[in-house]
């Protein structure tokens, strides 16, 4: 199968966890060309050979980017629409700040902000005006439920979180009328290394093959909004009506 | 500090537990100053895999493929990557592992670990006999490179050594040509334990797979259901789609007990008994039946269960079975999942690794306490006599002694060890 005949498919932050487990999925379902955008390309390597082995018919390219280099990110979407824009952007990079840290350092606060809510928002932003012109593409943004109230125990990586939701809903609205699919998943508590001190703390955990499969076939259908597991939208609507007044007792 | 348990849930203890995401991460997490332990999908039974109150290394996270060699089969993967996940990618590329347990829910660092067996021991041998190449992290910094040609002493070690030489990072896996997914499996009924000898002498050179489920309730003569299957050609077909199930929380008392055992063997054979004859199995329902049912290990209660498996040197197997199944008949205690297979003609490359020639006995029984342990004490004197050993990989309660006599090469496998690693069953048997 020759490389133009292959889906193309993007995903920012191709070494998360997340991002490897839905890339095992898509290349196992057909070979395609996949493009890893990461920090450090050492780390990548070994997660193309794995998604060779899995697909010696897919083509696996890294690349190593800035994420928090407007230009470099303006840069790169160009560079990887060259040839055609992709079908599946999957923006899935993010880091798990320590709140109580963001309190006392506005540094580490600030980096946390940008790393989880103007970085991502950066990349769609990118993608968003290539798909529009070419007039396909489903372009996915990975938020989180704690972007969905702002909440003492994490409130910066929700904030961070809460503006990729109003991102991703303003991409909607404008991009409604085009056949440009614009999808934004919200994972629960997921099993992986980013959040290994929650689970060190007995926070239940949904399996990460879990969320990567829901990712993907809401990917698929285009959904505009992925909870992943599905129990989280419902668990979520509750939160997001309770009253400040039983909000406010409640630690969590 | 989480609370962890073996997959016999006799009870859980707090562990320090760190994961790794890939095997550039792994060498920095580990450290001397600790005792730590790998831990993979936790399906030993009892302590093997626990480490009280230290430090777990979850190597899950290791699951990345790294290279497979299409013309001669060889698979270079991470020691996190599931039995399952390789099968699922390779069988329908032609390829498969040559040994898998009867849960495919393990690691491949767990499976090298235990030297675990399948039910083609006879004509493969165990998994270690697979195995080309492994890298050993030490908790030093040293990296070792072993194989059955490469630091052989180091893999004679690491084969069946519980974790205990060192971290498995990576490992080269010999996988081998099949025709596909199917099985052609047969089901025959026995009613005593000569029939069950006769009928796997029999078998031994013309089916790749045998296995028999035998009703330790049944006194005097000794029913049960032989099952033998080899691989079969039948063209791709899609694989069967059963849903799978899961035990969703702990009953207060365990299901398996005095009064359900009886009509569940006897009910079991005779369900079995009308299916015999030839069928076409996927391979997935032959060997691993109960991956299907998730958490099946809860049915036992809050106070879980033991496992206890045996292996007896072949001329006094037919002896040594009759006498542990006649001291259980007459114990009352009783095992649904109780089964019998004879080895092959060949030992464990490991030091510490189970299989060796004989036939092998394995038992869960809900654990009732001194009553259970009271039975364990008869069996080990049964199968001390014999010359045999018990399986590490089940074990919660073995004696020091016990152990001592199965494994002889105990003395040469212990400066193997790495200081830095220990488990709550190398405390126990080992000392350290």
């Known amino acids: 199968m020759s490389q133009s005949s292959l889906r193309k498919i993007v995903i920012v932050g191709g070494t998360s966890a997340m991002a490897q487990h839905c890339a095992r999925l898509w290349v196992q379902a057909a070979p395609a060309h996949l493009v890893l955008a990461v920090r450090n390309a050492a780390r990548a390597q070994t997660a193309a050979a794995d998604l060779k082995v899995r697909s010696p018919g897919s083509t696996i390219e890294v690349v190593e980017t800035d994420f928090l280099d407007s230009q470099g990110i303006a840069a790169f979407a160009e560079q990887v629409s060259r040839g055609g824009v992709p079908d599946i952007v999957l923006i899935a990079h993010g880091s798990l700040p320590d709140q109580a840290t963001c309190q006392t350092d506005l540094n580490e606060c600030r980096d946390a902000l940008e790393v989880n809510g103007v970085s991502p928002v950066l990349f769609a932003e990118a993608f968003a005006g290539k798909m529009q012109q070419?007039?396909?593409?489903?372009?996915?943004?990975?938020?989180?439920?704690?972007?969905?109230?702002?909440?003492?125990?994490?409130?910066?990586?929700?904030?961070?979180?809460?503006?990729?939701?109003?991102?991703?809903?303003?991409?909607?609205?404008?991009?409604?009328?085009?056949?440009?699919?614009?999808?934004?998943?919200?994972?629960?508590?997921?099993?992986?290394?980013?959040?290994?001190?929650?689970?060190?703390?007995?926070?239940?955990?949904?399996?990460?093959?879990e969320v990567a499969h829901s990712i993907v076939t809401g990917i698929d259908a285009g959904k505009p909004v992925i909870y992943a597991p599905a129990k989280w939208a419902v668990i979520m609507m509750i939160i997001r009506h309770l009253p400040r007044f039983?909000?406010?007792?409640?630690?969590? | 500090m989480v609370k962890v348990c073996a997959w016999g849930r006799l009870d859980a203890f707090d562990h320090d537990v760190r994961a790794p995401a890939d095997r550039l991460m792994l060498p920095a997490m580990l450290d001397a100053s600790s005792s730590g332990l790998a831990?993979?999908?936790?399906?030993?039974?009892?302590?093997?895999?626990?480490?009280?109150?230290?430090?777990?290394?979850?190597?899950?996270?290791?699951?990345?493929?790294?290279?497979?060699?299409?013309?001669?089969?060889?698979?270079?993967?991470?020691?996190?990557?599931?039995?399952?996940?390789?099968?699922?990618?390779?069988?329908?590329?032609?390829?498969?592992?040559?040994?898998?347990?009867?849960?495919?829910?393990?690691?491949?660092?767990?499976?090298?670990?235990?030297?675990?067996?399948?039910?083609?021991?006879?004509?493969?041998?165990?998994?270690?006999?697979?195995?080309r190449r492994l890298e050993l992290r030490r908790t030093d910094g040293q990296a070792i490179e072993c194989g059955p040609e490469l630091n052989a002493d180091w893999f004679a070690a690491t084969v069946g050594g519980m974790g205990l030489t060192g971290v498995i990072a990576t490992a080269q896996l010999q996988l081998r040509r099949i025709p596909g997914a199917w099985l052609q499996t047969e089901t025959i009924p026995y009613a005593s334990l000569d029939e069950f000898f006769v009928l796997s002498d029999e078998s031994e050179a013309d089916w790749e797979h045998t296995v028999s489920w035998i009703d330790c309730l049944s006194k005097g003569s000794h029913r049960g259901l032989f099952m033998r299957a080899n691989s079969v050609d039948i063209g791709a077909q899609p694989a069967p789609v059963g849903g799978s199930k899961s035990m969703p929380f702990t009953p207060p008392v365990s299901l398996v007990n005095g009064l359900s055992l009886k009509p569940f063997n006897a009910a079991y054979f005779n369900l079995n008994k009308r299916k015999t004859g030839l069928r076409t199995q996927h391979y997935e329902a032959f060997f691993h039946p109960l991956d299907n049912l998730h958490h099946w290990n809860r049915m036992y209660g809050p106070k879980g269960f033991y496992q206890y498996q045996s292996v007896v040197p072949p001329g006094v197997a037919r002896d040594a079975t009759g006498a542990m199944l006649e001291a259980i008949a007459e114990s009352g205690e009783g095992s649904f999942l109780a089964v019998l297979k004879t080895f092959g003609n060949r030992r464990s490359i490991g030091m510490l690794g189970f299989p060796e020639p004989g036939a092998t006995l394995a038992l869960d029984f809900p654990n009732r306490g001194d009553r259970t342990l009271s039975l364990f004490k008869r069996l080990d004197a049964i199968v001390c006599e014999a010359g045999g050993r018990i399986y590490p990989a089940k074990d919660a309660r073995m004696p020091r002694a016990v152990f001592e006599s199965g494994y002889p090469r105990l003395p040469e496998f212990l400066p193997f060890r790495d200081p830095g690693i220990s488990s709550a069953m190398s405390r126990r048997l080992m000392g350290s």
């Open chain 1, 134 to 209: 070419a007039g396909r593409g489903t372009l996915a943004l990975i938020g989180s439920v704690a972007g969905d109230r702002g909440r003492k125990s994490n409130y910066a990586y929700g904030a961070a979180k809460g503006m990729v939701t109003r991102y991703a809903q303003g991409l909607q609205h404008r991009l409604a009328a085009s056949k440009v699919n614009i999808v934004l998943i919200k994972p629960g508590p997921t099993a992986t290394p980013m959040t290994a001190k929650l689970s060190s703390q007995g926070v239940a955990m949904a399996s990460v093959e």
């Open chain 1, 246 to 252: 039983v909000f406010n007792k409640m630690n969590i």
């Open chain 2, 39 to 131: 831990f993979g999908m936790g399906r030993s039974y009892g302590d093997s895999c626990l480490n009280p109150g230290g430090v777990l290394w979850k190597m899950t996270g290791l699951d990345r493929f790294i290279r497979f060699d299409d013309a001669t089969g060889l698979l270079h993967c991470e020691a996190g990557v599931l039995l399952r996940d390789i099968q699922r990618l390779f069988i329908p590329r032609g390829w498969a592992l040559a040994v898998v347990p009867g849960t495919q829910l393990v690691t491949v660092g767990g499976a090298i670990a235990n030297d675990i067996h399948g039910k083609n021991h006879h004509a493969l041998g165990s998994f270690g006999d697979h195995v």
